[in-house]
């Protein structure tokens, strides 16, 4: 009991920062900002599926998550390829 609780509250502390994270992509100056806000927000999300995925003991949860962190990794690759070209 007391550490499903404790789960969920790392889980809302981490969503708080993701929250917080999401108007920083809204409102940053730059797009490396919005490009680093947005890869911040996909590592809070992994997070958030690993922390879930423990407390419930749901190893599905973990296989996503996974592959999630896998495909965020690649996206930021892109992401951060078109900023270096469009900055030249």
Known sequence: MIVELSFGIAAAVLLAYALVCAVRLGVGPTAADRAVALDTINTLV?????????????????????????LSFVGTLYIARYLEEGLR
């Open 46 to 70: 992994v997070a958030i599926m690993v922390l879930v995925g423990a407390a419930f003991d749901l190893m599905i949860i973990m296989d996503v998550a996974l592959v999630y962190a896998l």
